[in-house]
């Protein structure tokens, strides 16, 4: 665990169990990144060894597409409101409009667990009158659904058939609470998944990790409830990236023979604050130096300012040869045990496998996590952070204003007015300005004090059901977030308009298509396909006729029709959304019938 060689990505975790599909998720997260949440419904369905095929085009994958469009209204993110990070404009972030979901955390902090609850479903049709296997899988981490390179822990706990598997049902209960925390109406679907995940977790048992003889869920910040960490211990470690005075001197003010922290937010503590504390430690892998050189003039809290060195949270302890280790999202703050909603899960064991030089230590082939620890010299002098903080209020505050969008024609094209009847908050010394996440040329500035009102002009394919706010202070520093805007009267072909647009002419999807029944074929990585996201189509349509599809087809319809069969939900999809090449649905189903037939055959 924790091994500097050794980084379990989110999405690589998500990827269903062979023979396994996607069939729903829910997920909570703090900070969000669009582009991060595109690659979750990819991960859902690229699930074949190679990853994503690329047309060698400047374009998102044509198999990427498909995924969000298929996948994309099967998932529930909860995501703190006010902290979506502003990505790239792109018309593709259409597609996940309404899977997210802002909250408040109930007692004025953060909502600020990392949580993922999937659910899959087998590939094999049932036998008659029986309901189809399903399978659980539950992530909790301290990384947020960004692409972060930060230090952290992802815990992955699979459903068994052993009934004396972990019980998970408090998760189910956090996003039960998360419902009623949201800052607008929550749709119809949204609530019946988080009822029907929730409801599944209430009875299904999970896998224990190797080594764990117990495990126990603590939700924290619903209902007051003492701390889960022990008062007590032989031995004890505490990593956490954010600490406070009061955590040390309320929350836990018991001896801590290590902490493990950042430097600027050691610094930040008053004297005497870390008199328990026998050690203290900052973490330092080399990455400060390179954030130092990206940080720009983007706010220390902005949602979008990526997260480098330590950012899990590990609280150790052990006790006559058992262990307890607590990981999950909560830092060693008093905000954390008191106003935020957090989650920890408890890890129960022998020390051998969960002790503090287990989970820190390192290998005669791998440095350990421990190499990476300095002696904490004392405070640095600290930059006032009173503009930045007011900055962060005046966000959260924007992103609670009940925004719509209401869609009507213009002329040939279409035009959306987003409007809130609430006044916009006044930040002093700040200009706040707007536009469509799809178009980020159509800035307009957003008058303080009075209800919002803005129209924006707009294509059908350039409707956009997120709008982009950018605070600019006075003292040069700048903060940007996103947030989901509920469309009113959108057309109905508004989808498949958009998706014709994104797959592009002619041309561009048969040279896909080539390059996916090429035996050779090269491949592109999930991450390098969602970086390059959001690529308008281009191009005229012409010179498909010259491409050798057909006999392509021919041959692997010949030698290869398992090929034809892994292709054809695409292919159906993109028919049944008008987005094929006219006359391609008529040929791709005659070659498939004899392939699939022959296929019977042998």
């Known amino acids: 665990m924790l091994q500097p060689t050794n980084r379990l990505t989110l999405i690589d975790a998500m990827r269903p169990p062979a023979g396994f599909c996607f069939e729903s998720a829910m997920a909570v997260t703090f900070t969000l990144d669009l582009r991060a949440l595109l690659a979750a419904p990819a991960a859902f369905a690229l699930t074949g060894p190679d990853g994503i095929v690329s047309d060698g085009s400047q374009h998102e994958p044509i198999e990427l597409l498909h995924a969000l469009r298929s996948h994309a209204g099967k998932i529930t993110v909860f995501s703190q409101v006010g902290d979506i990070a502003m990505p790239p404009s792109r018309r593709v972030f259409a597609f996940l409009e ?10 004025h902090g953060i909502v600020h667990p990392k949580v993922w609850v999937l659910r899959y479903e087998a590939r094999d049709e049932p036998a008659d009158g029986q309901a189809p296997q399903q399978r659980l899988r539950v992530l909790i981490a301290s990384r947020n659904l960004t692409f972060d390179t930060s230090w952290d822990t992802v815990l992955r706990l699979d459903e068994t058939a052993d009934a004396t598997g972990a019980v998970l049902e408090p998760v189910g209960e956090l996003f039960q609470v998360l419902l009623t925390a949201a800052v607008g109406a929550v749709s119809p679907a949204h609530q019946q998944r988080v009822h029907s995940l929730s409801a599944a977790l209430r009875t299904a048992a999970f896998a224990l990790p190797t080594g764990v003889k117990d495990l126990r869920i603590h939700v924290l910040g619903i209902t007051q409830q003492p701390s889960p960490l022990p008062g007590t211990a032989e031995r004890s470690l505490i990593i956490s990236p954010f600490v406070s005075d009061g955590f040390f001197q309320r929350v836990h003010p018991a001896p801590v023979d290590e902490l493990v922290s950042r430097a600027e937010s050691l610094d930040l503590l008053v004297p005497g ?27 220390p809290q902005d949602p979008g300012r990526p997260l480098v060195g330590l950012h899990a949270k590990v609280f150790a302890f052990e006790d006559k040869g058992r262990a307890r280790l607590f990981v999950g999202s909560a830092n060693a703050t008093w905000a954390a045990f008191n106003s935020n909603v957090e989650i920890l899960v408890e890890l129960v064991g022998p020390t051998a496998v969960l002790g503090i030089d287990r989970l820190c230590g390192g290998t005669e082939d791998e440095r350990g996590l421990r190499d990476l620890f300095n002696t ?7 930059d006032n952070p009173s503009e930045a903080a007011s900055l962060v209020s005046a966000r959260r505050a924007i992103a609670r204003l009940p925004i719509e969008g209401f869609v009507t024609e213009s002329g040939t094209e279409w ?10 908050p006044v930040v002093d010394g700040t200009e706040i300005h707007c536009w469509p996440l799809a178009s980020a040329g159509n800035r307009r500035r957003v008058a303080m004090g009075k209800p919002f009102e803005v129209r924006f002009e707009t294509s059908l394919e ?26 009113v009267d959108v057309p109905e072909h508004r989808e498949r308009f958009l998706l014709r647009a994104l797959v592009g002419n002619a041309e561009r999807f048969l040279r896909y298509l080539l390059a996916l029944l090429d035996e050779d074929s090269g ?3 999930l991450l390098e396909a969602v970086e390059r996201v959001g690529a308008d189509a281009s191009g005229d349509g012409h010179g498909a006729a010259s491409l050798p599809v057909l006999e392509k087809l021919l041959r692997t319809m010949r030698r290869d029709p398992a090929k034809l069969a892994g292709l054809h939900p695409l292919v159906s999809d993109l028919a049944e959304d008008g987005a094929l090449p006219p006359g391609f649905a008529e040929l791709w189903a005659a070659i498939y019938d004899v392939a699939i037939a022959g296929a019977a055959a042998r």
């Open 376 to 382: 904490y010299g004392g405070p640095e002098p600290v």
């Open 98 to 107: 309404r899977a997210v979901v802002p909250v408040d955390a109930p007692n």
């Open 523 to 525: 491949q592109m990585d």
């Open 462 to 487: 350039a409707i956009s059901g997120f709008l982009a706010f950018e605070l600019a202070h006075e003292d040069s520093t700048l903060t940007g977030f996103v947030m989901p805007v509920p469309l």
């Open 415 to 424: 035009a959306v007015t987003y409007r809130s009847a609430e006044p916009v």
């Open 273 to 299: 604050a870390l008199a328990n504390v026998a050690t203290a430690y900052t973490f330092d892998d080399g990455s400060a130096a390179d954030l130092l050189a990206e940080e720009g003039r983007s706010s």
